[in-house]
């Protein structure tokens, strides 16, 4: 079965660290456009980050230069370092695969989410 | 605010047919055939239903549909059922350093 499975959630304070991982199974993430995609609570849905099949990584101008994204080939998991955290960056991180030919967000598998909550 | 613009709620009567509309510029919407569509239940993963502007995946149904005109692309469902009640994003590729943009969202109710 084709599936991502998110882990790493929880309460942090600001300023603090977490690092969420995201098991595939069912395809290889090395060979995909992976992201991540956060939703605050009561809120639409944000883009953060991708690494391209080539390695290549890509941050959205709120959390640049403080999360990194990045893969295990051999445990087939992507991963999002999350560092400094601030209050706004409290949410649902979703990781989730495109299915596009090219990097176009197209996210047709999505993980069930992981819960960051930011606060002292 | 979002960047890409989706009214807050539509509304339709089962058998009904509703479009949202999603509004950007030529930088997403309008430069590019990279418009998607989500469907998200409450408390669930967003769902992909439309990809490449009107592109369905496999075991989306037919009943839904998309489409754009310059910088505005439409999401339309035919045949409305209870189930189709949800929220609905569109998002496009941009050339801007985002990437990825998504619109606001759009409450779909089932009267």
């Known amino acids: 079965e084709v599936q991502l499975v998110e882990s790493g959630g929880g309460l942090v304070q600001p300023g603090g660290s977490l690092r969420l991982s995201c098991a595939a199974s069912?395809?290889?993430?090395?060979?995909?456009?992976m992201s991540w995609v956060r939703q605050a609570p009561g809120k639409g849905l944000e883009w953060v980050s991708v690494?391209?099949?080539?390695?290549?990584?890509y941050y959205a101008d709120s959390v640049k230069g403080r999360f990194t994204i990045s893969r295990d080939n051999s445990k087939n998991t992507l991963y999002l370092q999350m560092n400094s955290l601030r209050a706004e960056d409290t949410a649902v991180y979703y990781c989730?695969?495109?299915?596009?030919?090219?990097?176009?967000?197209?996210?047709?598998?999505w993980g069930q989410g992981t819960m960051v909550t930011v606060s002292s | 605010q979002s960047a890409l613009t989706q009214p807050a709620s539509v509304s339709g009567s089962p058998g009904q047919s509703i479009t949202i509309s999603c509004t950007g510029t030529?930088?997403?919407?309008?430069?590019?055939?990279?418009v998607s569509w989500y469907q998200q239940h409450p408390g669930k993963a967003p769902k992909l239903m439309i990809y490449?502007?009107?592109n369905r995946p496999s075991g989306v149904s037919n009943r839904f549909s998309g489409s754009k005109s310059g910088n505005t692309a439409s999401l339309t469902i035919s045949g409305l059922q209870a189930e189709d009640e949800a929220d609905y994003y569109c998002?496009?590729?941009?050339?801007?350093?985002?990437?990825?943009?998504f619109g606001g969202g759009t409450k779909l109710t089932v009267l």
């Open positions: 989730a695969r495109d299915c596009g030919s090219y990097y176009e967000g197209a996210f047709d598998i």
């Open positions: 069912g395809f290889t993430v090395s060979s995909n456009y």
């Open positions: 690494i391209y099949s080539g390695g290549s990584t």
């Open positions: 030529s930088s997403d919407v309008g430069g590019y055939n990279y």
């Open positions: 490449e502007v009107s």
């Open positions: 998002s496009s590729y941009t050339s801007s350093s985002t990437y990825v943009v």
